[in-house]
Each structure stands twice: as C-alpha cells, then as structure tokens.
C-alpha cells in the first residue's frame, strides 16, 4: 500500500471526530474499490499552524483540505490566504481540496477567481449538494464527497512521482540501493520522490530534465 498524507485545516473542535468518520468511509470504499492508498489525517487548527507546517518542507503533504471560514482567526484571515499562500512560495505539487458551509455563490469574485488561479482541485460545500457520489453511498454523503474527492485528487498527483513510487514499491529490493547523480551529488530514488513531492531540489531538476528528455526524445522520433 501506498501511504498517502492529508493535511486538515480547520478551526472546528469536532475535527478529529469528522477525521475517524472519513476513515471509516474510506476503509470501506477502499475494500470494495481496491483502492492502492492508506491515507494518514492529520489536524491544523489555524492558518499560521498550517503555514508553519508547509514552511519546514519536512514532510510530504499529499492532499490539503481547506476550510474556508476561521470564526477564532485573530487577524480575519480566511481559507483563500492559505490557497495563495502555499502556491505562492511553498507548494505547487500538493493537491488542495476547498470546503465551506455555504455554496459558490457565497464566495465573492475576487475569492473565486484566487481559488481557480490558485489550481484548487475540488470545491466542496460541506452540505454535500455540490456533486453527486461517484460510488454507492457508504456514509454521510457530504462527507463522502470529501473522501471521492481526496481519492480523484490522489489519483491525479504528479505523475513523475506517482510512477516512480510504483516503480521502487515493486523493484524496492532491486532498487533499494541505487544512486542517481543529479548536479553532482548522489540521492536514493526515495529521496528524489520526496523531493518531487515537497517541491524543492533536487525533485525539481530532476523533473525538469526527465521532461526535457523525454521532449527530445519525442522530436528525434519525429
């Protein structure tokens, strides 16, 4: 299985109950579907904590979902800060689920357009109207949709990354203690597939040059 992290930031007290009801749903679409993760939650309760925790680049963030309202948020902030400050400066790889009370409509134009802009992938209104269940209703539907939309978000993650975890997941004792050179020093491919993950060096680069490769490679067969 493949261990998949999801940031929760919400400032609701009743959170870690809300994180045992989406484990509970995804345990059981994951026996029914197969489904290739194991999602471990964990819990931010206010935007700097968050902020704080992307900043270290220490671990890897798969999937953030992000409330939209902070009622005990001193300074007024609201989810969209969050959004444009981890894609500004911190992580353009992590997948972000939006959610709020209150439908679209709620939102201003300026607070929508930040969250298109932004690549939020699925914005979700916590009284579940916002899309049908993609599979047999398991739980209560607006927390279902969350989980369907943290799977398809899982499903959809960098794809250099995604392939290459696959890759020493099934070779790992091939692979276990080889070395790629990039820009003169040494790395594990798990070193590499984190660094693809957290977005900095030398995930980066190596993205890059796959890319490059692979380009090059398309033209010469043309």
């Known amino acids: 299985m493949l261990l998949r992290k999801v940031l929760i930031v ?6 870690p109950d809300t994180i045992e009801e989406y484990l509970a749903i995804y345990k059981e679409l994951q026996e029914r579907e197969q489904l290739p993760y ?6 931010e309760e206010t935007i700097e904590s968050a902020l704080e925790r992307f900043d270290k680049k220490i671990e890897v963030i798969d999937v953030a979902l992000i409330d939209y309202d902070f009622s005990y948020d001193t300074k007024g902030k609201k989810g969209v800060y969050l959004v444009k400050k981890i ?8 997948k972000i689920v939006f959610n709020t009370m209150h439908g679209i409509s709620f939102l201003n134009k300026s607070e929508l357009v930040d969250l298109i802009n932004n690549d939020v992938f699925r914005f979700i209104s916590k ?5 049908d269940l993609k599979y047999q209703e398991v739980g209560d539907k607006a927390d279902q949709l ?5 799977i398809e978000a899982l499903d959809s993650y960098d794809p250099v990354s995604n392939a290459l975890e696959r890759y020493l997941v099934n070779y790992f004792d091939v692979m276990r203690d080889v070395k790629i050179d990039i820009n003169g020093k040494e790395y594990s491919i798990q ?3 984190d660094a693809i993950r ?3 060096e030398p995930g980066n680069t190596f993205v890059a040059n796959l890319l490059e490769m692979t380009v090059m490679d398309f033209l010469e067969i043309k």
Not at 10 to 15: E, G, I, V, Y
């Open 10 to 15: 919400d400032d609701n007290k009743d959170t």
């Open 38 to 43: 194991t999602l471990e939650f964990i819990w």
């Open 87 to 94: 894609r500004d400066h911190i992580n353009q790889r992590c």
């Open 127 to 131: 009284s579940g109207e916002t899309f």
């Open 146 to 150: 969350i989980v369907e939309a943290i």
């Open 191 to 193: 070193e590499i597939i």
């Open 198 to 200: 957290l977005c900095k």
